[in-house]
């Protein structure tokens, strides 16, 4: 691409920026002035509405990154090794038996503390 469209499309950029706002700002409008009509008119109205905003705020070029960078998100899920139930409910209780033990310990410092103090002031 040209230095001078790229120039031109960010121009362009904040432009679809506005008209995004400007259907953002429409849709809440909308939403409450028609609040006596059916809801399902009313979300079926919000969802179109979000998905033209999404659309024309994806041709923007932060928008292109976003949508970029959620498609690599999602590669890189299906990359994850996940955890079997049996190893998952073995690191649970690993941790509920850490967090009781440290529970005890705080418990007896604060009471140990508490009886000190209460010897020293009477």
Known sequence: MSESTKTTEFKLDSLKWIVVAAIVGASVYCNSYYAAESLLYRVIGLLILA????????????????????MDARTEIRKVVWPTRTETTH???????AVIIVAIILWGLDSSLSWLISLIIG
Request: proline share 0%; net charge positive; with cysteine.
């Open 51 to 70: 998905c033209v905003a999404g659309w024309i705020a994806a041709q923007t070029s932060k928008g292109s990154a976003f949508v970029s960078l959620c």
């Open 91 to 97: 690191t649970t209780m690993i941790v509920v038996i």
